[in-house]
C-alpha cells in the first residue's frame, strides 16, 4: 500500500465508512454531513476516544461520537439484548476498540514504519494539545446520531 | 476443537468468540499475551489462537515468539487478527510463526475463510 503526505478527508471518510459496515452493517448507513472548521462537535452527551501514531508519521486520531450512538455501538458490538445493562467500562471498550481500528487504518496510508498507542477513552469530548493542528476531520450521522473522526498533529512536527 | 482469543477489548473478543463458536469451536479468552501464555502453561492447548498485536503488558507478536519458543505447542495454529496492517509487521508475524494474518475491520467470511485455508473448518460451513 503507497502511503501519502497527511490524510485527507477522504481518507477519514473510507476508513471509518469500512470501519462502520463491518461492525454495524449497511443497512443505515454512515451520512456525511457539512460543518464548518472550528464548529464544536453538537451532541449533548458525548463520548470520545483517541488514539496517537507515532514514526514514519506523527498524528492522533480522533472519534467523538453522541452517547447514543455509543451505547448502540457497544450493544451491536457486544451482542447484547436491547434493555441489557451496559457499563461505562463496556462503553470504552467498545468505543477505544473503534478509535484502534480507524486510527491503525489510517497508519496504514502513512509513511512508517510507525507504531500505534493503546487507546485512550473519555466520557466528555476529546482534549486536544495546544498546538495541535486539525489535518483532516470526517462529520458524519449514523442513525440520526452524530459521529466526529479527527486526524491531528503537532505545531511542532 | 479449541480457540484461544487473546484481546484486550472485551467487545473484540465477543465478535470473534461468535465467529468461532459458530464454527463449532470451544473457545477460551485472555486480555493480553501473559494471561494467553498462562493459560497454556496451565494445559489450555488450542488448536487456534487469534492474537491481536497492541495489547498491554504483553503484546501479540512477544505472545507469538514465546509460543514458538515451546516445542510443545508447535502444533497450535496462530493467526493475527489486528489493525496493525503495514506490510513490514505483517512480514515480522509471519516469521515468527504466524499462519495467518487478518486486518481489522474483518467481516465473519474473512476469518472463515482464513480458517477454510488453514483447514481448520470445512468449506461451506456457515459464519
Not at chain 2, 35 to 48: K, S, T
Request: overall charge negative.
Amino acid at each position: 500500500m503507497s502511503s501519502i503526505a497527511a490524510p485527507e478527508a477522504a481518507d477519514v471518510q473510507a476508513v471509518t465508512e469500512q470501519v462502520w459496515s463491518s461492525f454495524l452493517g449497511d443497512e443505515e448507513p454512515l451520512i456525511p454531513r457539512f460543518m464548518e472548521p472550528g464548529h464544536p462537535f453538537d451532541a449533548e452527551e458525548v463520548w470520545s476516544s483517541a488514539i496517537s501514531i507515532g514514526g514514519g508519521w506523527s498524528g492522533t486520531v480522533t472519534v467523538e461520537l453522541s452517547a447514543n450512538l455509543a451505547l448502540e455501538l457497544t450493544r451491536v458490538m457486544l451482542a447484547l439484548e436491547a434493555g441489557d445493562p451496559i457499563s461505562d467500562e463496556d462503553l470504552a471498550d467498545a468505543v477505544g476498540e473503534l478509535v484502534n481500528m480507524v486510527g491503525g487504518n489510517i497508519k496504514s496510508l502513512m509513511p512508517g514504519p510507525s507504531v500505534l498507542t493503546l487507546p485512550i477513552v473519555a466520557a466528555g469530548r476529546a482534549a486536544h494539545a495546544s498546538d495541535a493542528i486539525e489535518v483532516a476531520r470526517l462529520d458524519a450521522v449514523w442513525a440520526g446520531e452524530p459521529v466526529r473522526v479527527s486526524v491531528h498533529t503537532r505545531a511542532s512536527e | 476443537m479449541k480457540a484461544l482469543i487473546i484481546d484486550d477489548s472485551r467487545a473484540m473478543r465477543s465478535i470473534l468468540r461468535r465467529i468461532v463458536a459458530g464454527l463449532d469451536f470451544e473457545t477460551f479468552e485472555a486480555a493480553n499475551g501473559q494471561e494467553a501464555l498462562d493459560q497454556l502453561n496451565d494445559g489450555l492447548m488450542p488448536e487456534l489462537c487469534l492474537v491481536d498485536w497492541n495489547m498491554p503488558v504483553m503484546d501479540g507478536y512477544t505472545f507469538i515468539t514465546s509460543v514458538r519458543a515451546n516445542q510443545g505447542w508447535r502444533n497450535i495454529t496462530l493467526m493475527m487478527v489486528t489493525t496493525e496492517s503495514e506490510q513490514g509487521q505483517i512480514v515480522k508475524a509471519l516469521a515468527a510463526g504466524a499462519h495467518e494474518y487478518v486486518i481489522k475491520p474483518f467481516t465473519p467470511d474473512a476469518i472463515v475463510e482464513k480458517l477454510e485455508i488453514l483447514g481448520l473448518v470445512g468449506r461451506g460451513i456457515p459464519a
